[in-house]
Structure formats: structure tokens, C-alpha cells
């Protein structure tokens, strides 16, 4: 492994502008990354508990074609269910035993659906297709090739992108997203579907929010401006909260594109655009932390169905993040920190090809060399954690602003 440590010429907040974007977990893509990790995972654990170790799978590619519907102030209804297809590679056959893969991915996204989308039904609303095949021969042997190694071996060339600490904006727009998961937990009328842009100009932001209001409860228009209104000020004061003074929030747009005198107001049956059109892909959406944030460093990799003990597309972007959090957290002179590692196929997880850290000092003080020994072992204690057999068990549901 090379490891490279630099200095970062100044931080995000520095700029004039930034801008920062979090798609809440009922957005079409954000429901298809979490459909395909909850497919991920339930797959982990089925090779684990029945095999003994997890088995060769990425199941990282998922498809929401939306439906169509009708939705009327206290009614409404679904007239064409949404489809949803799961693919990817998967280990179908072990020593003659099936791996009932097409169930498991049914019954994992049903049960996804149920946990997190309290209008949307996944019997009735949705149409289910699994067209997860077996892996290619050369990936399965390079998996396999790791009982002989005693380590993971990478089964892709790709890199992983994290930063710390997080910006003002990005602290507004993650509170923001976690009262509006709060919200939508308490209040049928909010759904789950939600997209928050925060802009930033100087030292004041702005945050359009786009929210799904579900007609049901609505018994007429006063009853969605109320709501609406609800949710501004809401939202408005989890973010001036999250920004601790630093960041003047000096307007929350809800529903921007609502015209009231012609009616046109966002309004669905089950809480999710996805009912009436509006599609969704793995890795359209949040990157690792739960944030989109085109001004900082960012990797592309879909995290979501990835394999959870050798696929690096999906380690690295995890490993990344913690580097640079614990180097803010325990390295007293480094303000900021990113990371990026790149590893190649074929190469043990714990031993990247590349990791570059940057690095912003304290009053820009040169990176001596017990910083530099400091960011060693961090490295090295992170990458670790991806060598150690306890590695095997199957991670947990991916980073971002949560309610609960």
C-alpha cells in the first residue's frame, strides 16, 4: 500500500457557494438502494447461517419503473402498480444445496417496504421481479481463492471517497432530512418521499423541500396548505438548530412547484412520486453519509448490494469516512480531513493500492512527522477491520440521516 498525506488548500465553507442534497429514503432511488441492501444483507446472512461463511454475491443493480394513480384530496387511488426489478450475481448452488435467492429477494424487499413506507403496500402497489443471475466463473474463483489466502480478496478496481467534518449546509440539510423522517413517522399525511437542496451564499442558506403529502388524510385544500406550512417551519427550525449560529437559514421553500389556484399541489396515495411516474436506480441518490454533495469528494460507486466482505466499491467508501472522522476526532491540530482509496481486483481488501489523505491543520501548520505517524496508524487500524475474519458478518443498513 502507498499512502500519501498532503495538505488541503482550504475548506468548503471558505466559498462563496455550496450546495448540498439529501434524498429521503422514499425517493424512488433511495428506495431502490434500499431495497438492494436489504436483499445484500438478507443474502449475507442466509450464506453465513447456512454455509458458514458469506458466499459470492453483488446484488447491487435495482430498477423502480413507476406506476400510475389517482390521487384526490381524501381519497384516491393506485391504477397501475409500480414495478420493481432486482438483479445482479448471486451463488444459486453449493454443493448441490439451492439457495432460494428469488424468494429471499422478495421477501426481503416486501419486508424493506413495510418497515419503512407506512401508505404503500407491497402486495397491492408494487409488482416484484428477481432476475439475479449466477456470478461469473472468473469472480467466483477469485472469491474463493480467498480460503487459500486467508484473506479477502477484491473482486473490483474501483475507489472510495470520505471527508470530515461535515459543513454547516450539510448539517442543516441532514437535520432537515431527520425531522422529515420523524414527521413521516407520526403523521400519516407526510410521506416518505422527500428531497431536501440546500444553497448556500455566504454565510446565509435557503432549503427547498420537496414533500409528498398523501391524500387520504387531506380532507380538503386548507388541510394541505396547513400541512405544508407545518412542515416549513418545522424543518426550518431543525436546521437553524443543526447549524449552532453558524449558517442563517433564511427561507424553507416547501413544495415549490405546488399552484394552489389551478390545484396543482404535490399530493399522492401512498406517500412516494413513485406511484404516478417518476422512476428510480441504485446509486442515483446519497453517497455513504446520507448526503449528496457535489462540492466535496465523492465516489460514484454504488454502495448498496454490494458484497459486504469483498466488493471495495462498497468497503472503501465506508473505510474512507472513518479515517477521516477519527483523524478530526483524534488528531487535535487536523481541522479537516479526506480521504480516498483505491484498490485493485485481485488484491487482499486490507491492502489498497493507494490511500490518499488530505489533511487541514490548524492555522495552516505544515504536516510534520508525527502527524504523518498519527495518519499511519489510523490507516492501518482501519484496514485492519476489512483483513479481520470478523469481517464475514454481514454489515448493517448503510449511513444517513435516520428518525429513529
Known sequence: MTLVVRPLASSVEQGEVEIVEHKGIGHPDTMCDGLAEAFG?????HYAERFGSVLHFNVDKALLVGGASRPELGAGQVLEPMRVLLAGRATREVRGARVPVDDIAHDSARAWIREHMHALDPERHVRWECSVRS???????????????????????????????????????????VELRRLAGIDPAIGEDVKVMGVRRGRAARLTVACALVCGPLADLGAYVDRRAAVGRAVAVAASEATAGQLGIEAVDVNAADDLASGRIYLTVTGTSAESGDDGEVGRGNRANGLITPYRPMSLEAIAGKNPVSHV???YNFAAQR????????????????????????????DPALVDVGLR?????????RLRARVQEVVDAELSHLSNPLSERPTGAMAGPRAR
Request: aromatic letters at 4%; charged letters at 15%.
Open 323 to 350: 479515517i477521516a472522522s477519527s483523524l478530526v476526532q483524534t488528531a487535535v491540530q487536523v481541522q479537516e480531513a479526506h480521504c480516498f482509496i483505491q484498490g485493485c481486483i485481485g488484491r487482499p481488501v486490507g
Open 135 to 177: 456470478g461469473s466463473s472468473d469472480l467466483v474463483d477469485l472469491f474463493l481463492a480467498r480460503r487459500g489466502r486467508g484473506a479477502w480478496l477484491a473482486n473490483d478496481t474501483s475507489v472510495g471517497a470520505g471527508y470530515a467534518p461535515l459543513s454547516a449546509l450539510e448539517r442543516a440539510v441532514q437535520a432537515a432530512a
Open 313 to 315: 466499491g462498497r468497503l
Open 41 to 45: 444483507g438478507a443474502l449475507a446472512r
Open 361 to 369: 491543520t490548524d492555522g495552516g501548520a505544515p504536516i510534520e512527522r
